[in-house]
């Protein structure tokens, strides 16, 4: 029996200066009154806020696919941002959603699984929903119709579908900031 | 009222996954306001609408998106874009500055984001790109990349 993957918190910087507070026009200043998953004013938000007007747009579409009530379930909306995560390279994101969903499941079993890439230890749902994940998040994509066939064989509906497309589809947009802007930086 | 998103996925109102998607007014507005927060920005930040599309028009090909092919083809045709945003939009390499070097850093991060160092940003400040400018390129790449995706998806659901 292997121990489980245990991972720590990982630090972001960005590549260009992010804007200073003392700096920030009144525009950028009402931008970040929305944050993503609403943390802090990081550094990750004053390099987007660069530019406000995607800034907001994204920050709240990005938290309404992640938070909102009903639907998927918290936990494989997590598991989706982490299949993309894995895909896109995003260190950074991949950390921060395999932990959420360490501790909404109460289980490193899957993100264990996922670290020492060993897919195939995972259960029925959760290997269609990252398998999904993964060949969505390919540049052009590889998911097909077997794809949508599995994620029903395991009885989500199509509500839930469309949930887990656009949690997979936000880190095909996030990964391309995150990783791309700045770089992960390990244990503080 | 159908949107861009339903056009790019094939929903009409008598689908019943039009309605499904629905369920998410969130998702279905949100959408939207990113799509005109990065192709019609009130402030481009000096990158014009036109340079916008014909990049979402790149990042449509790479993804071989057919239909967004389509879709931001027509809507550069109607912004009467040069030579140069023409063959920018097409998939040309051999093209002036700043565009050349926006061109490699766009097919890179779209193909392969996982390949992307700290001198893919270096190279787009040489070219002469500022702060704002670098992240506003970003979100459009970004965001078409988002857009494929929810589409391709959609699409796959309707026909599954």
């Not at chain 1, 579409?61 to 639907?71: D, K, R, S």
């Not at chain 1, 077997?146 to 589809?169: F, P, T």
């Amino acid at each position: 029996m292997i121990s489980s993957v245990r991972l720590k918190p990982l630090s972001w910087h960005p590549y260009i200066a992010p804007v200073e507070l003392s700096d920030a026009t009144p525009e950028q200043l009402d931008a970040m009154k929305v944050t993503p998953s609403s943390k802090k004013v990081s550094e990750y938000v004053r390099t987007l806020v660069h530019d406000p007007e995607s800034y907001v747009a994204r920050t709240v579409l990005f938290n309404a696919i992640m938070y909102v009530e009903g639907g998927l379930g918290r936990p494989d909306r997590e598991l989706g941002a982490l299949g993309a995560s894995i895909v896109n390279g995003c260190k950074f994101c991949a950390v921060v959603h395999a932990r959420r969903h360490a501790e909404l499941t109460n289980s490193d079993g899957v993100v264990t699984a996922l670290y020492l890439d060993r897919p195939e230890e995972l259960g029925p749902r959760d290997a269609a929903i990252y398998s999904f994940a993964r060949r969505l998040s390919a540049a052009p994509s590889l998911a097909r119709e077997e794809d949508i066939a599995s994620l029903r064989s395991v009885g989500m509906d199509d509500i839930e579908i469309i949930d887990l497309i656009h949690a997979i589809s936000i880190f095909g947009w996030a990964n391309r900031l995150m990783h791309v802007l700045g770089y992960a930086e390990g244990g503080k | 009222m159908i949107d861009a998103m339903d056009k790019a996925a094939g929903l009409s109102p008598d689908d019943a996954l039009f309605n499904a998607r629905r369920f998410r007014p969130e998702f279905v507005q949100g959408a939207e306001l990113c799509r005109l927060s990065v192709l019609t920005p009130a402030n481009g930040l000096g990158l014009e609408t036109a340079l916008r599309v014909a990049l979402a028009h790149r990042i449509a090909a790479l993804n071989a998106d057919q239909v967004l092919i389509a879709e931001y083809g027509a809507k550069l045709a109607e912004l009467q874009p040069t030579e140069q945003l023409l063959a920018l939009a097409h998939g040309a390499t051999d093209l002036d500055e700043p565009l050349a070097t926006i061109a490699r850093h766009v097919d890179l991060i779209t193909l392969t984001p996982i390949e992307a160092e700290a001198r893919h940003i270096a190279l787009l400040a040489q070219a002469g790109l500022n702060n704002p400018q670098i992240v506003a390129l970003s979100e459009v790449i970004a965001f078409v990349n988002f857009q494929t995706r929810v589409a391709t998806g959609l699409r796959l659901m309707r026909s599954a």
